[in-house]
């Protein structure tokens, strides 16, 4: 009964997350604009006026994940160190190993200025500019993780 309700909740949080974002795309794409730039070339691009909505909305649904992700992460740790405590020591080395990912991604990332087309701002340099190259750059990593673990189940299961 318990499990029905939750599932039953989490899909319907689901479907109403897809659907803000489906709307605010849509609104990108289809909606008013706020003026037009135009390039060096001479070409004019359309601005749209929900820039900044769809933006701020990218924002919310990245830290409302990664709030999720930490605090999913702690409770599993909290439930096996007390169930069984090789299990928590496997997650503190999981918990450990993101760490170093963010940490090596961060560091490779570049806090210089890019060229922005249209864009006048300090915010594409410093700190902002390393933390998009940090998310790219883990991003990359754990799509590759990713991939190596579903190769790598496929070929255990084979030797099996």
Known sequence: MKDKVLTRVTGIIAILLLAV?????GLMYMGPSAGTIESA???VYNVPATTDTLIYWCYALLIATAVAAVGFAIAKFV?????NPKGGI?????LVVFALIFV???NLGSPEKMSIFGYEGNQNEGFWAQLTD???YVCYTLFALVFLAII???IYVKLK
């Open 134 to 136: 940090m998310i790219i």
């Open 21 to 25: 974002s489906i709307v605010l795309v």
């Open 104 to 106: 090596v991604a961060w």
């Open 152 to 154: 790598g189940s496929r």
């Open 41 to 43: 070339g001479g070409d």
């Open 90 to 94: 496997k997650t503190i080395v999981t």
């Open 79 to 83: 439930n096996n160190l007390i169930v």
